[in-house]
């Protein structure tokens, strides 16, 4: 068992942590192994890898986002600082092993959180009728620069040919195991709604949710709770787009609107667009027409794709 040593740094509770492990660097390491969700029923805890046998730990009154903790609760953030000899300050201990996480607080409560392994229940959903399939793991052929590896699109900033106005979207994805890479620069990709408006890839397993992290609309709105699972867990966006409209004159009427979920929950309901783009989009001149691309943003990170289909709307 490994023991993580918590000590109070901030009034906030941010606390710092060190933790004896030995360092490795395969994504079946030590460090990857025990990284990820745990819970009772009564406190969630995510733990982050962040290289070199160093984590962030991170405690949800209630539980995991979506499954008993909600904005509003106590979200206690225990920041990873070195590794190194256990050692006790102000009364925390936590204990981590691969299949549970222990802690012990101030007050002498001892709680045991087993770890759990989630998945969104949109999961391999399938195409209904009338669905355009954009990606099914056989060829490329609906995408300009489309690239596959092991039966997966990767993110190579590939377009579809198709646009679409309205429609509904489901799109598997996942996030590479960079435990060292930090911020942007941590599975970076991204969504782009009729060429124009982002809905963020990135390993932001853990962190706040802003709208530069998975579920948030970049530049627009963050997610309402981040459902961000851990990296090289498949993961799903559905999203409901709806179109600018224009009158006969050309004139744009209305705005764009998204709702989106991610692994299953809805982040963003209804949401209004109000301009013509986001950071980096492929079309970036002002809105004139109500139809456009799905465009898959490169950002440098080997973040993977599967599982894409449209149903467009009537």
Known sequence: MSIIEMKRTSA???????????????????DFLIQGEYRDETMGAQVVALGSGSFDVYLLEGGLPGTGWEPGKTRIALKGMRKGEPARAEGFTVAVEESSLSLTTPDGKKQKLPRTERESPTLSA????????????SSTEEWENGKIIDGHLQASGTTSKKVFGDYKLHLE???????????????NSGIYHSGRWETQILDSFGLEGLDNETGGIYSVAKPRLNMCLPPLAWQTYDVDFTAAKFDTAGNRTTWPRITVKLNGVTVHEDLELTKDFTASAPLSKPLTSHQGPVFLQDHGNPVEFRNIWIVPGK
């Open 12 to 30: 906030l509770g941010c606390l710092a942590l060190c933790l004896t492990i030995l360092p490795v660097h395969a994504a079946e390491d030590s």
């Open 126 to 137: 399938k195409p209904p009728e009338g669905a355009v399939v954009l990606f099914d793991g």
């Open 173 to 187: 994805f996942r996030t590479p195991y960079m435990p060292t890479a930090r911020g942007q620069g941590r599975g």
